[in-house]
């Protein structure tokens, strides 16, 4: 697939990714899906994940290892906390 572009209102709108397939915010014109979000969708997935992606859902880990400053802990166990 070649890198076509659109220009909407003076923007320059790129053809999405692999990764964004599946994604509601996509848009078809003349055959070529393009995101209705973001001009240029490869840059969204230079991260880890496209913040405007409807198809992925971001798993946050509830049950991990809490962060706690050796400083403050050993004030609060002197304290009697």
């Known amino acids: 697939m070649s890198a076509q572009t659109i220009t909407v209102n003076g923007i320059e ?17 003349d055959g070529v899906k393009y995101c209705a979000s973001y001009p240029l969708p490869e840059r969204k997935w230079a991260q880890k994940v496209c913040n ?7 798993e946050i ?3 991990g ?4 400053n050796p400083l403050k802990a050993s004030k609060r166990a002197a304290r009697g906390r």
């Open 13 to 29: 709108c790129h053809p999405i990714v692999e990764k964004c397939q599946g994604c509601e915010r996509t848009k078809e014109v």
């Open 61 to 63: 880990d509830k049950g």
């Open 65 to 68: 290892k809490v962060n706690v």
């Open 52 to 58: 405007f992606a409807t198809h992925m859902k971001l």
